[in-house]
């Protein structure tokens, strides 16, 4: 038996502090009526089916439960996931899964601009296309793309894994195609499991960092070298005031 919130006659708030006092169970939420901040902040095993479209930070801060969304969302679903699954099954818009640290979030439609922005172990599925500058400066976790990859993919990427079925208009800075290996094949089937949408791990190409932005390079010593000769010659503070006050403290 599942617990019904009708948010025509129930304020969110009475919903939201329902669902975080709550250890475990079901509820179904019916005319969300693109509200913001619905689901944030769940932290127990529970699992919340929301019948209708929603508005910004649906399931933000997102933890251990799962919630399911029958509509669109809108600006930073799933925003800090931290474990556990989100789930809608039409579109998002901007900055999906951004800065999450675990879990899945999966969006069987399309998603806007800067999905998986600074992403730092969440797992993505997306299952048509998405936005420009998609996994900026992403530090861990994969998001998968059915679709195609708008812009700038990738953008000043660290250590997370994309890949692309479809096609990709341009990669950002430092990202670069890189070879699909049994483990990343493996890792893709198995998101592809998770997510139920229907691909095959070898339809993808892998993309992640060039490693060019945040290492050193040795090609670099002899700017570092001159850098450090002109500050040490440089007088001191105390050197320039007695050469302004005639040597007088």
Request: one cysteine or more.
């Amino acid at each position: 038996m599942s617990t019904t919130f009708d948010l025509a006659n129930t304020t969110l708030r009475e919903l939201n502090l329902a669902l975080h006092q709550a250890t475990s169970g079901e509820f179904l939420v019916r005319n969300p009526r693109g509200v913001n901040a619905l689901a944030a902040g769940v932290n127990s095993e529970i699992t919340v089916e929301v019948d209708g479209s929603v508005g910004y930070y649906c399931a933000g801060m997102h933890k251990l439960g799962t919630v399911r969304v029958d509509g669109n969302a809108g600006t930073g679903l799933a925003e800090n996931i931290m474990s556990g699954t989100v789930r809608i099954t039409g579109s998002a818009t901007m900055s999906a899964g951004a800065t999450g640290h675990g879990g899945l979030v999966v969006i069987e439609g399309n998603a806007g601009a800067r999905c998986g922005i600074s992403m730092k172990g969440v797992d993505i599925v997306v299952g048509g296309n998405v936005g420009h500058m998609s996994a900026f400066m992403a530090q861990a976790g994969n998001l998968v793309v059915l679709g195609d990859a708008a812009a700038d993919l990738g953008d000043s990427i660290y250590e997370a894994n994309i890949f692309v079925r479809g096609d990709v208009e341009s990669l950002g800075a430092d990202c670069e195609q890189k070879e699909l290996k049994p483990k990343h094949r493996e890792t893709l089937g198995e998101l592809l499991a998770a997510s139920g949408l229907a691909a095959k791990p070898e339809e993808f190409r892998r993309f992640g960092s060039a490693r060019k932005l945040y290492n050193f390079h040795a090609d670099d010593i002899d700017a570092e070298l001159i850098d450090a000769e002109l500050i040490e010659a440089e007088p001191s503070a105390a050197e320039r005031l007695a050469g302004l006050t005639g040597g007088q403290p």
